[in-house]
């Protein structure tokens, strides 16, 4: 008899998934048409739709095409444009992004600020739920559809589906906690880096492929691995974690507890000070590359260099993963030519060269919010596909990919 009540509302989550699907796909609908295009029994329908009337998912209006005659004009179902769904969040060491994602899976808000060094957890917390109500409050978006939010942070996250504190770090439990206290809701973990990757293979440039390689170059170095249409986790939630390959096992020591990782000797400080140890002053990451662009015969070289060292760290991974297409994100991936052109050589000669395979190497295309679309993109698979977590594209809905795409960064080439 306890098994019922769960049947039930199984049963009911079904049906009205059916109905927002059918929403999506096929825009505003009367009742009469939902009722036959879902196959549901009129007093189902009509209480599902109540329901999401109430929950401002979805909005009722007047019929495009009016009939004719006196009486009542006829109305018509559609998803609420101004109601908040979805939330997906990055909280970086140093900025918060933020997303808001309506019903129909349309980006309808966003959000990009700077933190302060040092901030606890809790006053990171209080930071992205202030900025949320910002938010919601500038593109006058209403709260009360909000199903669930999806919250992409560095380190190492074991198992987000259950978002079990004690697969996290006491950091990342403290601010998901905070968060679903506030806002009611599931909240959803996954390292950030792994969610730009699953953002790039939902809408980005790894669109369409089921095995990926992402590489997030910038300040740090991280990334994601997408296998057989699966984000790769791992079983203690390391996988993906390309910036802490060992390259020279002498090396310096690493945050991580390893020596000789890829991120220190690439991360943009580091090409920074081996400017300056060439004789170069370079302030920042912006200049490096306008210098790179002009010819600068140092920039450039150790833009090679660190381009040939990440290259092989790539090819290697694409000698175990087999991808079809490798992701490169960050200011250093804004250069074709030496970063790019570099990259695709070391994995052209060094990855199984004689395999029958061709490996795209190509940048990111969704900018600096990925992360957080990536934790969207976490909440759509994880509803649409459950504990199998295939990584398939979401159900498609009108402007959906304008609305998403609509701001792909632009950038030296």
């Known amino acids: 008899m306890s098994e019922r009540p769960d049947a039930l509302q199984r049963l009911r989550g079904a049906h009205e998934a059916a109905v927002l699907g059918e929403l999506r796909r096929s825009g505003a609908l009367s009742r009469s048409e939902l009722m036959r295009r879902v196959g549901l029994s009129r007093t189902t329908l009509f209480a599902i739709v109540s329901d999401l009337l109430g929950r401002e998912a979805v909005v009722e209006q007047s019929a495009r095409a009016r009939q004719r005659g006196r009486g009542r004009p006829p109305t018509e179902i559609t998803l609420n444009p101004c109601g908040a769904e979805l939330i997906g969040i990055e909280a970086q060491r140093g900025r918060t992004h933020i997303v808001i994602a309506n019903s129909a899976h349309d980006i309808v808000g966003r959000h990009s600020a700077p933190v302060e060094a040092g901030a606890t957890a809790?006053?990171?917390?209080?930071?992205?739920?202030?900025?949320?109500?910002?938010?919601?409050?500038?593109?006058?978006?209403?709260?009360?559809?909000?199903?669930?939010?999806?919250?992409?942070?560095?380190?190492?996250?074991?198992?987000?589906?259950s978002a079990d504190p004690r697969s996290m770090t006491p950091f990342a439990a403290h601010v998901a906690a905070a968060l679903e206290q506030y806002f009611h809701v599931p909240v959803v973990v996954d390292?950030?880096?792994?969610?730009?990757?699953?953002?790039?293979?939902?809408?980005?440039?790894?669109?369409?492929?089921?095995?990926?390689?992402?590489?997030?170059?910038?300040?740090?170095v991280g990334g994601g691995l997408v296998v057989d249409g699966r984000l790769v986790r791992g079983a203690h939630g390391t996988a993906g974690e390309i910036g802490h390959t060992s390259c020279d096992a002498s090396g310096p020591p690493c945050h991580c507890g390893g020596r000789g990782c890829l991120e220190a000797e690439i991360r943009l400080p580091a090409l920074l000070a081996r400017c300056a140890e060439r004789g170069v002053t370079v302030r920042d990451a912006d200049e490096l590359l306008v210098l790179a662009e002009s010819g600068e015969p140092t920039a450039r070289n150790v833009l090679r260099e660190a381009a040939t060292l990440a290259?092989?760290?790539?090819?290697?991974?694409?000698?175990?993963?087999?991808?079809?297409?490798?992701?490169?994100?960050?200011?250093?991936?804004?250069?074709?030519?030496?970063?790019?052109?570099?990259?695709?050589?070391?994995?052209?000669?060094?990855?199984?060269?004689?395999?029958?395979?061709?490996?795209?190497?190509?940048?990111?295309?969704?900018?600096?919010?990925?992360?957080?679309?990536?934790?969207?993109?976490?909440?759509?698979?994880?509803?649409?596909?459950?504990?199998?977590?295939?990584?398939?594209?979401?159900?498609?809905?009108?402007?959906?990919?304008?609305?998403?795409?609509?701001?792909?960064?632009?950038?030296?080439?």
């Open 191 to 220: 390292n950030n880096a792994r969610l730009a990757a699953l953002a790039e293979v939902t809408w980005g440039a790894a669109r369409g492929h089921f095995n990926a390689v992402y590489l997030r170059w910038s300040d740090g």
């Open 311 to 413: 290259g092989r760290i790539l090819a290697a991974l694409a000698a175990h993963t087999d991808p079809e297409c490798i992701v490169i994100d960050g200011e250093p991936a804004a250069l074709e030519e030496p970063v790019l052109t570099t990259v695709r050589e070391q994995v052209r000669t060094l990855s199984l060269p004689t395999a029958p395979r061709d490996i795209t190497v190509r940048r990111a295309a969704l900018g600096k919010d990925a992360a957080a679309r990536g934790a969207v993109a976490l909440l759509l698979h994880a509803h649409s596909h459950g504990a199998e977590g295939r990584v398939l594209q979401p159900v498609p809905h009108p402007a959906a990919d304008a609305a998403v795409l609509g701001t792909v960064e632009g950038g030296r080439r």
């Open 122 to 161: 809790e006053e990171r917390a209080d930071a992205i739920i202030a900025a949320v109500g910002d938010l919601l409050r500038e593109r006058r978006l209403a709260l009360a559809p909000l199903q669930g939010i999806g919250l992409g942070l560095p380190g190492f996250v074991q198992d987000p589906a």
